[in-house]
């Protein structure tokens, strides 16, 4: 039953919306199998990343990895990198674990949860080298704006878990939240542009052009990169 009390809790409005497929037989084994291997849920709570990983290396966490190939390639080019990944969507988490037993990558820790939940509640501050945002839903009708991640309290929780001097890349190819990010990323304490003010920063190698990019592109759609750095 509601209460008052109930309705008086302000909800925090979800950047995202569960439309998951069905599952393959493959992503189904590999969800059951190995993410007690590879996976972290919010019940572990805080967490120790190189207790996580078994060593002290650099960190970078990824939001969003969709399908899991675009992270799976960085992996495998920077073993001496760690990678922590989130993704709502089961299909893509198992596509990874595909992935990841196929390669054999040990660098890669995946959850499942909400971003935001993560970041929060288990991220340790001050801890990641760089955090990458790629085609994060655009929710491109201007009523739902108010839905998109990037807002000036998610940047700040960002640039809280971010060592000093670690990067927040982000890509789009929507042109009007791409301006958005630009804008709402120059107006916050404590990071720079790294291309400059008001500059967009061209493809770094170490992002793979992925199929959705590609077929973006041959619809004219236009990627934008920004890469900020946390300052202070």
């Known amino acids: 039953m509601i209460t008052a009390a ?10 995202f919306v569960k439309r998951e497929g069905r599952l393959t037989k493959g992503q189904l084994r590999a969800l059951n199998e190995l993410f007690p291997t ?5 019940a572990q709570g805080r967490l120790d990343l190189d207790r996580l990983f078994g060593r002290a290396a650099p960190r970078i966490l990824e939001i969003g ?15 001496d990198t760690d990678y922590l990944g989130i993704e709502v969507h ?12 196929e390669q054999g990558l040990m660098n890669i820790r995946i959850s499942n949860d909400d971003a935001v ?47 000093i001097g670690g990067l927040f890349h ?11 990010m630009l804008e709402v990323l120059t107006s916050q304490e404590g ?20 199929k959705f990019e590609q077929r973006g592109q041959r619809l004219g759609h236009k990627v934008r990169d920004l890469v900020f750095r946390r300052t202070a």
């Open 90 to 101: 089961r299909p893509g988490v198992g596509n990874l674990l595909l992935q990841i037993e």
């Open 6 to 15: 109930d309705q008086s809790v302000p909800q925090r409005i979800r950047s």
């Open 191 to 210: 990071f720079e542009n790294v291309a400059g003010p008001g500059r967009f920063t061209p493809r770094p190698d170490y992002r793979p052009l992925t």
């Open 38 to 42: 590879y996976g972290i849920t919010l």
């Open 65 to 79: 990895f969709g399908n899991g190939a675009s992270l799976a390639a960085i992996a495998a080019r920077h073993p």
């Open 170 to 180: 982000l890509a789009t190819d929507w042109e009007n939240y791409a301006d958005s």
């Open 117 to 163: 939940e993560v970041l929060e509640q288990q991220i340790p501050a001050a801890s990641l080298d760089a955090v990458y945002l790629f085609f994060p839903d655009p929710w491109h009708k201007k009523r739902h704006h108010k839905r998109r991640i990037v807002q000036p309290a998610f940047a700040q929780l960002i640039r809280h878990k971010l060592k």
